[in-house]
């Protein structure tokens, strides 16, 4: 009899258990299923700067990518002073391929699954510090100020952002990416437009069924693409990030080169430096020819973001090394200096200043962002005499 | 003899259902929320090198609001104003908070004949704690008792800014330091010759004590604090003055 209670109640409460777990199977599956799904650019890949209707340029801006509009065939303003490091494509057949697989990816980003937990309708971006996966929007975001992406170390950590209708950044707005976290696998996907304010520091490529805007002093570490209508720039610098070879029908990316960044201090000056490991050959994007990953072949690529004695004009930084291409500096997330010189002065404003280095370099070396910071005290006043005429 | 307690099916479902909730809740624990961050920036602020027009849009056709002066009517030294953001054609146009009435009124002046800066600073004072609270880059690094408007006086509430700081004579009131700030008294539209201006200053010649509501709407306090102050913060600081301080 007893045995048979206790098999009984055994079987009872294994019931119990397999019925609670199968329930719970199902209620976990949904934050599981919520894991961000890959989205692939493919030949959209090499694309910097793709516009619908057209792209329009203003100032002395640098694309370090291809260029290209497809089906509207405006590109205005492009020429000195404005740079293109890549190619052109108005209105070509590598620009139609590029819009059409802009369009899988755009869909692929629209039906990302949300977890109700990653639904940041009316919040503001800024000043969170978020985690691998998809986020929500029904309607518009605004980034006012620094959100932080934080891969946990995991490089293939994705961020996706499904917005529904429009994206706009205030100035001096910035997005950081932290713990392996790769601007290569950022997506914004907009419902509309996206609007960048002055001086924001923004990472991840933009999908925008419309238009997409950039003001003054936009440093963009990713794609800006938009589907139907005009991307419209301002003296801004727009660098493509070098990513894994998706898996596409044309190659047209692999792996820059696995640098390393160390970062000592003297009594003279402070010193980062980013080299290139060499782990991975590549080639610059959108020449149409496959790569080979190698890891004999080499960027070479090195900098050295060095941090000058401080004097009452500011702090001098620069930057030393091989192979460089371009270098765009920022202060606390606005633009610093122009005209691609590799050195500039930090105003010694009283506060914490974040000097950035953005570096971007010739062959397969990665764009690296190299950073110093540094305190300016209050210094202590000594207020004029005046009356005493207030209220009391 | 040890009574055992009869094992009933239900107790077995709880049993389950228990198990069940706590593999959800390990479940749900993995699940990463966004967190959010404090990174506080640095208060932008702008010098006027010129006299400007504020405005009530970014645009050189929009509506006067009033002329705003290069420098304080107290101690000459440069107007600086808190930025509050940026508009027009190519941004050439910063929205700023205006000194005097109404309070806390802003309005948009061009960014020509100007120069940018910042402030780590901010000042908040609590009336219902009558404290004066110092804040640098978004930490509080002071706590002062304070004395504050009376109920016929009050302090006004809201958001301004310090329009100069200056050094009083041993013998004036409040001495020995003020901080005059862009708000007014919402009674007094004129005091002791000047506009009705709030200002923190010092207890120097006045009296009453620290932590009570006894001033004509000024912000008191000991000349510790207010040299303290006067040392460190200049024009340009947010002062925001509240009901009770709210991190």
């Known amino acids: ?392 | 003899m040890i009574e055992r307690r009869p094992w009933s099916r239900s107790r077995g479902i709880r049993l389950g259902v228990g198990t069940g909730l706590a593999v959800l809740a390990i479940g749900g624990a993995g699940a990463a929320p966004a967190s959010a961050a404090t990174a506080p920036a640095p208060r932008p602020l702008v010098v006027l090198l010129g006299d400007h027009v504020a405005r009530r849009a970014p645009s050189a056709d929009a509506g006067r609001i009033e002329a705003v002066a290069a420098r304080r009517p107290l101690t000459r030294g440069r107007t600086v104003l808190p930025v509050l953001g940026r508009g027009g054609r190519d941004d050439a146009w910063l929205r700023v908070r205006l000194p005097g009435r109404p309070n806390g009124h802003t309005g948009w002046i061009s960014s020509g004949r100007t120069r940018s800066t910042s402030t780590p600073w901010r000042i908040v004072v609590s009336l219902s704690a009558r404290r004066v609270i110092v804040l640098r880059d978004g930490r509080i690094v002071r706590r002062y008792p304070a004395i504050v408007g009376k109920a016929s006086t009050p302090t006004p509430r809201g958001s301004f800014f310090v329009e100069e700081a200056l050094r009083l004579s041993a013998s004036a009131p409040g001495a020995p330091f003020a901080l005059a700030t862009s708000a007014r008294s919402n009674v007094f539209q004129e005091f002791e010759g000047g506009p009705g201006q709030i200002a923190l200053h010092g207890t120097g010649n006045l009296s009453g004590a620290l932590g009570t509501a006894s001033s004509h709407g000024c912000v008191r306090l000991a000349p510790h604090a207010i040299a303290w102050l006067a040392s460190r913060i200049g024009a340009g600081v947010p002062v925001s003055i509240r009901s009770r301080y709210v991190a």
């Open chain 1, 1 to 392: 009899m007893s045995n048979h209670l206790d098999f009984t109640r055994g079987r009872v409460a294994f019931i119990g258990i397999a019925v609670c777990f199968v329930f719970t199977l199902f209620l976990v599956a949904i934050p599981i299923a919520a894991k961000a799904a890959p989205v692939n650019l493919a030949t959209a890949q090499p694309f910097v700067v793709l516009g619908g209707a057209g792209v329009t340029n203003t100032g002395p801006s640098v694309l370090n990518g291809d260029l290209g509009v497809t089906p509207g065939t405006s590109l205005s303003g492009f020429g000195a002073p404005a740079v293109v490091n890549g190619a052109t494509h108005a209105n070509d057949a590598v620009a139609a391929q590029a819009q059409a697989d802009l369009t899988t990816a755009y869909n692929v980003a629209a039906g990302q699954p949300i977890a109700p937990g990653n639904d940041l309708t009316g919040v503001d971006l800024g000043g969170l510090t978020l985690s691998p996966g998809a986020y929500g929007f029904s309607t518009s975001a605004q980034l006012t100020g620094q959100l932080t992406l934080d891969a946990h170390g995991d490089p293939s950590a994705q961020f996706v952002f499904v917005i529904g209708s429009t994206l706009t950044t205030a100035s001096a707005s910035s997005v950081i990416l932290t713990n392996g976290a790769s601007p290569c696998n950022v997506y914004w996907k907009i419902g509309s437009s996206a609007t960048f304010g002055s001086g924001t520091a923004f990472e991840g490529n933009v999908l925008a069924l419309t238009s997409i805007s950039l003001n003054s002093g936009v440093t963009f570490l990713g794609r800006a693409l938009a589907r139907n209508g005009e991307v419209t720039l301002i003296n801004d610098v727009l660098t493509l990030p070098q990513c894994a070879t998706e898996t596409s029908t044309t190659p047209t990316e692999t792996a820059g080169g696995g640098g390393t960044t160390t970062s000592t201090t003297t009594s003279a000056s402070t010193t980062s430096t980013v080299a290139n490991g060499g782990s991975g050959g590549g080639k610059k994007p959108g020449k149409g020819k496959s790569a080979k990953p190698s890891a004999t072949k080499t960027g070479g690529g090195t900098a050295t973001l060095v941090r000058g004695k401080k004097s009452a004009s500011g702090v001098r930084a620069s930057v030393q090394g091989k192979r460089i291409n371009t270098v765009t500096f920022t202060d606390n997330g606005v633009r610093v200096g122009g005209g691609g010189s590799r050195t500039v002065r930090v105003a010694t404003t009283p506060g914490v200043h974040r000097v950035v280095a953005l570096v971007t370099f010739n062959g397969s070396t990665k764009a690296k962002r190299l950073a110093f910071s540094f305190r300016v005290p209050t210094p202590v006043l000594h207020p004029k005499f005046g009356p005493s005429q207030f209220t009391g």
